[in-house]
């Protein structure tokens, strides 16, 4: 009786610590892959380089601010007064603060560069705080497109308008987990956008995505990138 109360020990402390380590390293390498397989969205614009997702506060401190200009109508078949509404939706009444798990879109401005971007408050647990001050929330979308400002846009080292959709179901295979979306709006000449295509990845509580916009000349002329938690 003993004995076999002996081997019951030794088992308990000479394998039950292999499991859990066993079973923690699992974990370590899972969340290890999850990291290599998150993409990093930047894009460069006249030589300025920005990255989605980005803390404001982090955006700030490399020369970009808040512009006090509107921002811009970009999407096809979204009507202003919904865009509108969207710009402020999430904003406490002061106007300083985002609701938990809300967005407002804003203008960024540096050197003469102007971003469209989405402003998130990602705090979604129970015990969050309801609101968070607009410099502490995160930059999680960007949009620009050319103009007589933006003279050169590169999306991971390629000049936009070199853009194909051949370029970019090369260049984002289906086999890496990349989901290909292109919508055609040639049957709606008025938003001077013939194909909008989308490629998307989800990654662990992340959807990464980027949309690229292509004139009804078929060249690429604005994108916009997201790099947004899911579960808000």
Request: proline letters at 4%.
């Amino acid at each position: 009786m003993r004995k076999r109360f002996l081997i019951v020990v030794i088992y308990f402390i000479l394998f039950i610590p292999i499991i859990v380590v066993g079973a923690n390293n699992s974990r370590v390498i899972s969340e290890d892959m999850e990291e290599k397989n998150k993409m990093k969205l930047e894009v460069e614009i006249n030589d300025i380089y920005f990255s989605v997702p980005s803390t404001l506060k982090e955006v700030i401190t490399k020369g970009w601010k808040i512009s006090d200009r509107e921002p811009y109508f970009l999407k096809p078949l979204i009507g202003e007064d919904y865009y509108e509404m969207r710009t402020n939706w999430s904003l406490s009444k002061d106007k300083k603060s985002i609701a938990k798990g809300g967005r407002i879109i804003r203008l960024l401005e540096k050197d003469g560069v102007l971003l469209e971007v989405t402003i998130a408050n990602q705090n979604i647990d129970e015990d969050d705080e309801p609101f968070q001050k607009i410099e502490e929330g995160i930059v999680d979308s960007m949009v620009v497109f050319y103009d007589k400002t933006h003279s050169s846009i590169k999306l991971n080292g390629i000049e936009l308008k070199e853009l194909t959709p051949d370029i970019i179901l090369k260049n984002y295979p289906v086999n890496e987990g990349w989901e290909h979306i292109p919508t055609n709006y040639r049957n709606h000449p008025e938003f001077e956008t013939s194909l909008e295509y989308t490629v998307m990845k989800i990654v662990g509580n992340s959807e990464e995505s980027i949309t690229i916009y292509f004139d009804l000349d078929n060249r690429a002329y604005k994108v916009e990138i997201l790099n947004q938690v899911t579960s808000i």
